[in-house]
C-alpha cells in the first residue's frame, strides 16, 4: 500500500488529463470528482478509473474539449446535451443550473444526454446540499441487472442520489440498486480479489466469487424486484426523458473504443426557503438526526450513523492523514505518468 497525499493525488491526475485536451478547469474537476470518491472510501469511482478515462480520451471515443448546449429550456426545466463530453463537466454544469434556476422558480430538473460517465453521484448532490438545496440525481449505465423473471442483463446499476443540507455535513444518500455497484466487482478483478457471495451471478444465473464471472453476468438487485424497478425508472428519468441511450443500448466504456456512450443523468434541485424557513428546516432535520442517534443500540453497535455520515467521516481522516493506494493501482498511475511524460511528484 501507498500512502498519498490528497491534493497531490489530484493534482498529478489533473496533469495527466491535461495531456489528452482537457482544459486546467476541467482536468481539475474530473481529478477531484476522482479523488473525492477514494477520500471518502469509494475506491470502485476513484482513481483506478484513470487508466480507462485516459484511453477512452486518447482514442478520441470522448470528446475532450467541452462543448455543452442547452436544448431546451424553462423556468424550472433545462435540457442538455454533453456533446460526448467528459460526464464529470457536463454533470457539474447540470447541477450548478438546476440549482440557479431553483433560486428563482423554487424547484427544477435538469436532463443531460450524449454523456460519459460520471463519476459519484455524490459528488452533485453533496454541493447542492451545500448551496442550502435540497438534490435528487441519477445517471444511467450499460446493462448488467437482469429484471425480475429473466437472467439476461437490461437496465444498469443506475444510481440514486438524493442530499439535504444541515448546519454541518450535508445528509447525503448515494446508492445502487443492486447489492453493490459493478465498479467493486470490476475492482475486485483489478485487485485480483473474491467477492462474496450474493455480491454477483454468473451468465448462467448461479452465484459466484469470482468476480469475472460476475462481469459477464449480472449484479444481484436490492429486495429482488424492488431493486430492479428502482434501477428501471433511473433509467426512465436519466435515459428516456433525456433523450439519451438506455438499457442495452449504451455504449460499454471498457470495451467500446469506437462509438460514444450517450450517458444519460438528471439532477432536481429544490430551494427548501421557498417551501419553510432554511433555518427552521436545519434545526428540525438535526433533531431528528439526534434523535435517531440516540436509539438504543443493537449488540455490537458502537454508533448509529445517517447517510453519508461514514463516508464524510472517512474523508476527514483521510485528508489529514492521506489516502491509501493499492500497489495495483499506484502501478497503474506510475505507468500512466511514464506514458505521457508527467512526473509523479509524490
Known amino acids: 500500500m501507498h500512502n498519498i497525499n490528497w491534493e497531490a493525488l489530484r493534482g498529478y491526475c489533473q496533469k495527466l488529463l491535461m495531456t489528452q485536451g482537457l482544459s486546467a478547469e476541467d482536468a481539475f474537476l ?7 470518491a477514494d477520500l471518502c472510501g469509494v475506491e470502485s469511482h476513484g482513481v483506478s478509473r484513470m487508466t480507462i478515462y485516459l484511453k477512452r480520451l486518447e482514442t478520441g471515443v470522448v470528446n475532450a474539449k467541452t462543448q455543452i448546449e442547452v436544448e431546451r429550456e ?3 426545466s433545462a ?6 463530453s467528459m460526464g464529470m463537466v457536463a454533470a457539474k454544469r447540470a447541477v450548478d443550473l438546476a440549482v440557479e434556476k431553483a433560486r428563482e422558480s423554487g424547484c427544477c430538473i435538469v436532463t443531460v444526454r450524449n454523456s460519459n460517465h460520471f463519476g459519484m453521484a455524490s459528488y452533485y448532490a453533496r454541493s447542492a446540499a451545500e448551496r442550502d438545496m435540497l438534490c435528487i440525481c441519477g445517471t444511467n449505465a450499460p446493462p448488467n441487472i437482469a429484471p425480475t423473471g429473466s437472467s439476461k442483463s437490461y437496465v444498469g446499476t443506475n444510481p440514486v442520489c438524493m442530499s439535504a443540507p444541515t448546519h454541518g455535513a450535508p445528509i447525503v444518500l448515494d446508492m445502487a440498486p443492486s447489492v453493490v455497484a459493478m465498479g ?14 450474493g455480491w454477483a451471478l454468473t451468465a448462467d ?20 424486484p424492488k431493486g430492479y ?12 426523458l433525456s433523450g439519451a441511450k438506455f438499457g ?5 466504456m471498457w470495451h467500446d473504443f469506437t462509438n460514444p456512450q450517450d450517458v444519460g443523468h438528471f439532477f432536481i434541485a429544490v430551494d427548501i426557503s421557498k417551501l419553510t424557513d432554511l433555518e427552521t428546516f436545519k434545526t428540525r432535520l438535526e433533531q431528528m438526526v439526534g434523535e435517531i442517534k440516540a436509539l438504543p443500540r443493537s449488540e455490537g453497535v458502537s454508533e448509529i450513523f445517517v447517510p453519508g455520515e461514514i463516508e464524510h467521516n472517512r474523508k476527514e481522516a483521510r485528508k489529514a492523514n492521506g489516502i491509501e493506494l493499492s500497489d495495483v493501482v499506484y502501478d497503474e498511475l506510475a505507468a500512466l505518468g511514464e506514458r505521457y511524460g508527467v512526473k509523479m511528484d509524490f
Not at 481529478?31 to 473525492?36: G, P, Q, S
Not at 467493486?184 to 457471495?197: E, N, Q, R, T
Open 30 to 36: 474530473v481529478a477531484d470528482c476522482l479523488v473525492d
Open 74 to 76: 424553462h423556468p424550472a
Open 184 to 197: 467493486k466487482v470490476i475492482l475486485a478483478a483489478k485487485l485480483g480479489k473474491s467477492i462474496p457471495l
Open 205 to 224: 444465473g448461479k452465484p459466484t466469487e469470482d468476480p469475472n464471472e460476475g462481469m459477464k453476468g449480472t449484479v444481484v438487485p436490492i429486495g429482488g
Open 79 to 84: 435540457a442538455l446535451s454533453a456533446c460526448n
Open 229 to 240: 424497478g428502482l434501477s428501471l425508472f433511473m433509467d426512465i428519468f436519466s435515459g428516456v
Open 248 to 252: 442495452p443500448h449504451l455504449g460499454n
